[in-house]
Nanobody
Framework: VQLQASGGGLVQAGESLRLSCTTSISISSIKVITWYRQTPEKEREFVAFITDAGTTMYALSVKGRFTVSKDNAKNTAYLQMNSLKPEDTAVYYC?????????WGTGTQVTVSS
């Protein structure tokens, strides 16, 4: 399974971005798509996930501001990020769980200026 994250960029605080995660296989066959983020100062942290059934969960730090979704027809998952804060600055990664294996995609940089 290959994943490609995209959509990052430089925005000001309060603005929005939408990240995309495109998969090499049918996304409907993937049990869980998870978004993580990482900065040089912190370990990788969980952001949000969406299951094959559409169940979602969010880290407390992003709940109410971020929305995870997917489009099965496009084999793409999305992370809509609103009301961005400087502390959201990180490299964002998507990952896919298939059975006991977690596949990782490339990251996309999100930078939020104050």
């Amino acid at each position: 399974v290959q994943l490609q994250a995209s959509g990052g960029g430089l925005v000001q605080a309060g603005e929005s971005l939408r990240l995309s995660c495109t998969t090499s296989i049918s996304i409907s066959s993937i049990k869980v798509i998870t978004w993580y983020r990482q900065t040089p100062e912190k370990e990788r942290e969980f952001v949000a996930f969406i299951t094959d059934a559409g169940t979602t969960m969010y880290a407390l730090s992003v709940k109410g501001r971020f929305t995870v979704s997917k489009d099965n027809a496009k084999n793409t998952a999305y992370l809509q990020m609103n009301s961005l804060k400087p502390e959201d600055t990180a490299v964002y990664y998507c990952a896919a769980r298939q059975g006991e294996v977690q596949y990782w995609g490339t990251g996309t940089q999100v930078t939020v200026s104050s």
